[in-house]
């Protein structure tokens, strides 16, 4: 079945550049998600990328897609204390454009001053 | 405008007991989703509905009921809840597919 990795923890510095990586198996995912949980929240969409983009810059964000290797990146560039926060990676299953979603493990962040 | 509301906020339940968790939202969209999210884990969809009327079952939906009462609301019950089903419970809705909003969750405990 469908299965998304990703690395548990980060630490960083605060203003160096944060990169989150992320494994999935599904190949006909149409999109690729990228979403933010701080503590005690929900989930807000940072970004997300169609599958047939390699890249996809958003302000300091930047997402990278390896379709061949199911490798999906997210670069936070100049980290901020207030980046600190779970990452989760996502993809779409099944079929028919539903929004059902196969999210990964998350990513703590933790950004240092 | 207040997005993706959800109720309650925490609940504690015994085995066997059953309950109704409320999910709202105000931005007309046609599709509803409901999530668990357990330790250390990712989300995991437990219904979703496209549009009122509709319901489909997601990843993990043994255990639940779904009611899509009208456009704005999107109810999840549990029949006979089990220790297994402490989680948080997340409710999301969306116009189009791309873009979920999530409500600030449910947190539920069962003894």
């Known amino acids: 079945g469908e299965d998304v990795e990703q690395s548990l923890f980060l630490s960083v510095r605060e203003g160096d550049s944060s990169v989150i990586n992320c494994t999935y198996t599904?190949?006909?995912?149409?999109?690729l998600y990228w979403y933010k949980q701080e503590p005690g929240a929900g989930l807000q969409l940072l970004t997300y990328i169609f599958s047939n983009m390699d890249m996809k810059q958003d302000q300091r964000l930047t997402v990278l897609l390896n379709k061949k290797d199911k490798h999906l990146s997210l670069r936070i560039a100049d980290t901020q204390t207030g980046d600190s926060a779970i990452y989760f990676c996502a993809e779409e299953f099944g079929s028919g454009n539903t929004g059902k979603l196969i999210f990964g493990q998350g990513t703590t962040l933790q950004v240092k001053p | 405008n207040a997005g993706v509301t959800q109720t309650p906020k925490f609940q504690v339940l015994k085995t066997g007991q059953s309950m109704t968790l409320q999910c709202a939202q105000d931005m007309n969209h046609n599709s509803m989703y409901w999530y668990r999210q357990d330790p250390g884990m990712g989300l995991r969809l437990i219904y979703y509905?496209?549009?009122?009327?509709?319901?489909d079952k997601g990843e993990v939906p043994n255990g639940y009921n779904v009611s899509r009462l009208n456009k704005r609301e999107f109810s999840l019950r549990l029949e006979s809840a089990a220790p297994s089903q402490t989680s948080v419970y997340f409710c999301?809705?969306?116009?189009?597919?791309?873009?979920?909003?999530f409500g600030p969750g449910t947190r539920l405990t069962v003894l």
């Open positions: 509905s496209a549009s009122e009327g509709t319901t």
């Open positions: 599904d190949s006909s995912s149409t999109y």
């Open positions: 999301a809705s969306s116009l189009r597919a791309q873009e979920q909003f």
